[in-house]
């Protein structure tokens, strides 16, 4: 009984920090101060500390000497190559899917694509990142190559792993990425061309990696994928 207890204790505490993680309250580098954590979630340091560990082993934590832990600085590199690579097979994938997509799930792509414009409204970004996730996967998860398909999921967890996503939130960007979603619907559903889909959706990812390049160039830029 009190092995279940330390365990839900472990899980809430990994759940409030991965969220405040990706949702960008928790800068990168920024130091995890555990007896903060014990105020905040009213538990002792035990859990907080198994928390940790899990988050470390998933790149989101890393100790540093003579600090202790602190979220993973972002490896900017790292961040545009990933995108890069996603950009090529989700474009792949995506046109591979239009085949078998139902009107059902036409309609369900313009539901969460709305959803998305009234996350960026109420500035829920981290919603506004979940519901994103569920548009893409949506897209391309009736594509006949499951190795492909895992291959992007994994490469999103990497993403995950970089934290870019809500971390360095830019409006504008995710504006023009709605923007985007509705002209891969409306090619989705009047089932256009192979090429023209793949390029659709590889160029929504390369426009967030030039955004991200050109946002860099200028004070305190951010992106949003």
Same mark, same amino acid.
């Given at each position: 009984?009190?092995?279940?207890?330390?365990? #839900?204790?472990?899980?809430?505490?990994?759940?409030?920090?991965?969220?405040?993680?990706?949702?960008?309250?928790?800068?990168?580098?920024?130091?995890?101060?555990?007896?903060?954590?014990?105020?905040?979630?009213?538990?002792?340091?035990?859990?907080?500390?198994?928390?940790?560990?899990?988050?470390?082993?998933?790149?989101?934590?890393?100790?540093?000497?003579?600090?202790?832990?602190?979220?993973?600085?972002?490896?900017?590199?790292?961040?545009?190559?990933?995108?890069?690579?996603?950009?090529?097979?989700?474009?792949?994938?995506?046109?591979?899917?239009?085949?078998?997509?139902?009107?059902?799930?036409?309609?369900?792509?313009?539901?969460?694509?709305?959803?998305?414009?009234?996350?960026?409204?109420?500035?829920?970004?981290?919603?506004?990142?979940?519901?994103?996730?569920?548009?893409?996967?949506?897209?391309?998860? #009736?594509?006949?190559?499951?190795?492909?398909?895992?291959?992007?999921?994994?490469?999103?967890?990497?993403?995950?792993?970089?934290?870019?996503?809500?971390?360095?939130?830019?409006?504008?960007?995710?504006?023009? #990425?709605?923007?985007?979603?509705?002209?891969?619907?409306?090619?989705? #559903?009047?089932?256009?061309?192979?090429?023209?889909?793949?390029?659709?959706?590889?160029?929504?990812?390369?426009?967030?990696?030039?955004?991200?390049?050109?946002?860099?160039?200028?004070?305190?830029?951010?992106?949003?994928?």
């Amino acid at each position: 009984m009190n092995n279940t207890k330390r365990v #839900s204790k472990k899980q809430k505490a990994y759940d409030y920090m991965k969220s405040r993680i990706m949702e960008g309250f928790y800068a990168p580098g920024q130091r995890i101060v555990i007896n903060q954590l014990v105020k905040e979630l009213a538990t002792s340091a035990i859990p907080i500390r198994e928390a940790v560990r899990s988050l470390e082993a998933e790149g989101l934590i890393e100790y540093q000497q003579n600090i202790g832990p602190v979220v993973t600085p972002i490896d900017e590199s790292k961040y545009t190559d990933t995108l890069s690579t996603l950009a090529v097979m989700e474009g792949y994938a995506t046109a591979l899917s239009k085949a078998a997509l139902t009107g059902d799930q036409i309609t369900t792509l313009k539901d969460l694509n709305q959803q998305m414009k009234e996350a960026l409204t109420e500035f829920e970004f981290g919603k506004f990142g979940e519901l994103n996730r569920k548009f893409h996967d949506l897209t391309y998860g #009736s594509c006949p190559n499951q190795y492909l398909i895992e291959s992007i999921r994994k490469t999103w967890m990497q993403l995950d792993s970089i934290r870019l996503t809500g971390s360095t939130f830019n409006p504008k960007r995710a504006k023009e #990425s709605i923007d985007e979603h509705e002209h891969i619907i409306q090619l989705l #559903s009047e089932n256009a061309d192979f090429q023209v889909i793949e390029l659709a959706v590889r160029s929504h990812k390369l426009n967030t990696v030039q955004s991200f390049h050109e946002r860099k160039r200028q004070p305190n830029g951010t992106t949003f994928i």
